[in-house]
């Protein structure tokens, strides 16, 4: 599986993004796909994940109300709606797919991963 993340940015507080994350190289029907985040000398963080054969998500709760996690089938792509950004949010963010199941939130259940766009939120 090859992922295509894009959709970064600079914006200011408050402001709204798009993410998207473009799949080739396999169907997806058996994977999971997730949204983690990497801020400057921190670790990665699970933002979304969302199984793509029944749609099912769940969120970290620094995001659950703001962020939304959704795919396209016909275009095998993930997207990360992000509003109401905050400079807390500035990172870069990573797609990647997994074949688990039932979980999707380490960042080691994900095989393959997308190059990362860079989100800058400005206060």
């Known amino acids: 599986v090859q992922l295509q993340a894009s959709g970064g940015g600079l914006v200011q507080a408050g402001d709204s993004l798009r993410l998207s994350c473009a799949a080739s190289?396999?169907?997806?029907?058996?994977?999971?796909m997730g949204w983690f985040r990497r801020a400057l000398g921190r670790e990665h963080k699970f933002v979304a994940t969302?199984?793509?054969?029944?749609?099912?998500?769940y969120y970290a709760d620094s995001v659950k109300s703001r962020f939304t996690i959704s795919r396209d089938n016909a275009k095998n792509t993930v997207y990360l709606q992000m509003n109401n950004l905050g400079p807390e949010d500035t990172a870069v963010y990573y797609c990647?797919?997994?074949?688990?199941?039932?979980?999707?939130?380490?960042?080691?259940?994900?095989?393959?991963w997308g190059q990362g766009t860079l989100v800058t939120v400005s206060s």
């Open positions: 990647g797919a997994s074949q688990s199941y039932y979980t999707g939130t380490y960042y080691p259940q994900y095989t393959y």
């Open positions: 969302i199984r793509w054969s029944d749609g099912s998500t």
């Open positions: 190289g396999r169907t997806l029907s058996n994977y999971r």
